[in-house]
């Protein structure tokens, strides 16, 4: 690996364009992984979480290094690293590290759908980090694919010179049947190994230094610079970093430090991936491959950061912004006395997803839990689906919720993330009682929503849109909406209803969107109001924590919202895990659906039990489950019988019965309140 010249690319693509199965194909031409009896198989080598396979979604970046030995120059052999990247706007933040390790960026498409909402995320992304777009038209195998429409897209849409001879000229492949991927490899040693074309159509940029104008050494003699892009555990090593050297060479007993942390370390050994790890003891200029160092915890490889040999002083590369949770909700055994081995499953998933944080919580309905901080709602869906996986047990987790921001009468704001820790009044006039801290300004998050459709889905889609608080920024439809149909569920669809479908406009709309209102269960709402037509993502506009102070509302995502704190009291107790931030115009509502439902699960007691849904003291919302009567049954619970059953099915044998938890006087088992977070 080491006497070989190097490139670096990545593969982008909308979800199910054909990532995933490039890939293996890539991998299987170079001889990295051996060739499958029949062709088609779809192995994903890199999505080798089960979740990820699972859900046909990349979670985390990986890379894997190839060697291609090219026919048109007798052979001559080429080192190429595949550095894969997250499908989805939610991993965003992952998506921008690992292309920062990249020269260049397969932008895959697919020739039935066309350009969808994320061919148009990742694009951006790519050409922000200064990347060459290659542009490949996937799935040319399919009897309705239609490769003149997208490749006019792609000029038009994207300003990409992609016809026959152009400079961006598309390459059509399908990925299934391999047909066109050894021309893919020839355009990658093409663009990755030609200086000149790729010195002309690259701007200059600190992240894309030419690590292609390679010296005879390749990097010997040069000091040292290795960005640290990504790092997991491994329970036999520990901590692995995966790392692209930019100039010098790395070898095992260096002694090494970090540009910002100033930690020192000393190499224990190194290697590339192809495609799993190979010991070389050393990593040269241009090579991505993994290092271990005498790191004893996950947090000290700090990705974004830059080593260098602990005896030289470089300029640190660029690095990367760190993530920050926008979405919270905490978990919670449904077996009290599994606490520590849920603790332990959350603690283990989050030594390889470090954009999740977690803390413990106690609640008085639902015991001992964890307060968990998540990237967005489909993070929160896939953390939940591993953890379960990992746990091996049903968990229950709370309605997800956001953070808000809280301006103080004296001009100073905090972050929460709790609703409990939510104002029950927010101070309409200055010098009120509190004085400067009195909160003065509830604010929350806002995203930019990128809502793509057939147009016959355009009314629900706006109704939608309305109903969250979303203010419309933008509609356009797609003239060339000829080539594409949105379709998630095209193999549902008989023939005819296809062309129908692909007779249709798309049209994409762009609405301002409060965070909070798309956290719980929009994503669903899209694809059910659509028949799975639709496709959604959006941008935060929060750019951190970090940049919250002193800036105002407009620029910085945290919009002024009058959003109230809504309580539920059993016998005037607050149950703290049911408690949660919506905007007034909603609050009774919710609160009356939400009181219902306490009352409906709360057993019958000897008294009646009064259930009560508070804003700011006043109470909007009231149930009342009366006492027993003389003449009444005793299988009043009988109704809830199967649910619970149910709910305690998926847990093991044997155990010993639930706990009861007081309100006032009322003792409500803890199921009760599992009945309620699990009915949503
Ligand atoms: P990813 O989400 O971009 O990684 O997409 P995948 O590689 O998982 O592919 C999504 C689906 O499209 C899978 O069912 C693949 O088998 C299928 N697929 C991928 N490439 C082709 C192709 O060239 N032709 C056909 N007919 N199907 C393909
Ligand atoms: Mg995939």
């Not at 970046?61 to 052999?77: F, N, T």
Request: hydrophobic share 40%; net charge neutral.
């Amino acid at each position: 690996f080491a006497m070989l010249l190097p490139t670096s690319f990545s593969i982008i693509a909308h979800i199910d364009h054909g990532k995933s199965t490039l890939a293996d194909r890539l991998l299987e031409l170079t001889g990295t992984i051996p060739m499958e009896g029949e062709s088609g198989v779809n192995r994903q080598v890199l999505d080798s979480l089960k979740v990820e396979r699972e859900r046909g979604i990349t979670v985390k970046s990986q890379a894997v290094s190839m060697i291609y030995a090219d026919r048109r120059s007798q052979g001559r052999e080429y080192l190429l690293n595949l550095i894969d990247t997250p499908g989805h706007v939610d991993f965003a933040y992952e998506v921008s590290r690992s292309l920062s390790a990249c020269q260049m960026a397969l932008l895959v498409v697919d020739a039935t759908q066309g350009i969808q909402s994320q061919t148009l995320s990742v694009f951006r992304i790519a050409v922000a980090r200064g990347l060459r777009i290659i542009p490949i038209i996937n799935k040319i195998d399919l009897p309705n694919a239609n490769t003149d429409a997208v490749l006019a897209q792609l000029e038009s849409r994207l300003g990409l010179d992609c016809m026959p001879g152009g400079q961006d000229e598309a390459i059509l492949v399908s990925a299934k049947t391999g047909m066109g991927v050894e021309a893919v490899l020839q355009r990658i040693v093409d663009v990755g190994f030609d200086t000149s074309a790729a010195a002309a159509s690259s701007p200059p940029s600190a992240a894309l230094a030419p690590r292609t104008k390679t010296t005879a050494k390749r990097g010997e003699g040069e000091k040292l610079r290795a960005l640290v892009f990504d790092s997991w555990y491994d329970s036999y090593r520990g901590v692995i970093a995966l790392v692209s050297v930019h100039d010098g060479v790395l070898k095992t007993g260096d002694k090494l430090a970090f540009s910002h942390s100033k930690k020192k370390y000393e190499v224990l050994d190194a290697g590339v991936n192809s495609p799993t790890g190979i010991s070389t003891g050393l990593l040269c200029q241009g090579q991505v491959g993994w290092v271990v160092c005498n790191m004893k915890s996950l947090t000290e490889a700090s990705i974004g950061d830059t080593l260098h040999h602990a005896n030289t002083h470089v300029e640190p590369l660029a690095g990367f912004k760190p993530s920050v949770p926008m979405v919270y909700c905490a978990a919670f055994p449904v077996e009290s006395s599994d606490f520590p081995k849920l603790e332990a499953a959350i603690q283990r998933l989050a030594l390889n997803d470090r954009s999740v944080t977690y803390a413990r919580e106690s609640s008085n309905a639902l015991g001992q839990g964890i307060k968990l901080g998540l990237l967005g709602a489909l993070h929160l869906e896939i953390f939940r689906a591993r953890l379960e996986d990992e746990y091996e047990q049903t968990i229950l987790v709370t309605a997800p919720s956001v953070a808000y921001r809280l301006v103080h009468q004296d001009g100073s704001s905090r972050i929460i993330s709790n609703p409990l820790d939510f104002p029950d009044h927010v101070a309409s006039r200055i010098g009120t009682k509190g004085g400067g801290k009195n909160v003065v300004e509830v604010q929350e998050p806002m995203v930019l929503g990128t809502l793509t459709c057939p147009e016959e889905h355009v009314g629900a889609m706006m109704q939608l849109c309305a109903d969250r608080r979303g203010t419309e920024v933008d509609v356009s439809f797609d003239e060339e909406g000829g080539a594409a149909t949105t379709s998630m569920v095209g193999g549902d669809l008989d023939g005819q209803q296809q062309q129908q479908q692909q007779q249709q406009r798309i049209v994409t709309m762009k609405y301002r969107l409060p965070l909070g209102e798309i956290v719980t269960d929009f994503f669903g709402l899209v694809k059910s109001k659509t028949a799975g037509f639709a496709t959604f993502e959006y941008e935060d506009l929060v750019e951190g924590q970090g940049r919250a102070e002193g800036i105002d509302a407009e620029e910085d995502g945290w919009e002024r919202s009058d959003v109230v704190k809504l309580t539920f009291l059993i016998s005037g107790t607050p149950i703290d895990a049911l408690c949660q931030v919506v905007h007034r115009s909603k609050a009774v509502y919710v609160a009356r659906q939400w009181a219902q439902k306490i009352k409906d699960v709360v057993p019958r007691q000897q008294y009646d039990v009064v259930v009560q849904a508070c804003v700011g003291g006043k109470v909007v919302a009231a149930e009342k489950k009366g006492a027993y009567r003389k003449d009444v049954l005793q299988g009043i619970y009988g109704g809830h019988y199967d649910r619970k059953a149910k709910l305690l099915g998926k847990q093991k044998e044997g155990k010993k019965r639930l706990r009861s938890m007081s309100f006032g006087r009322v003792q409500i088992p803890q199921e009760s309140f599992m009945e309620i977070l699990d009915s949503k």
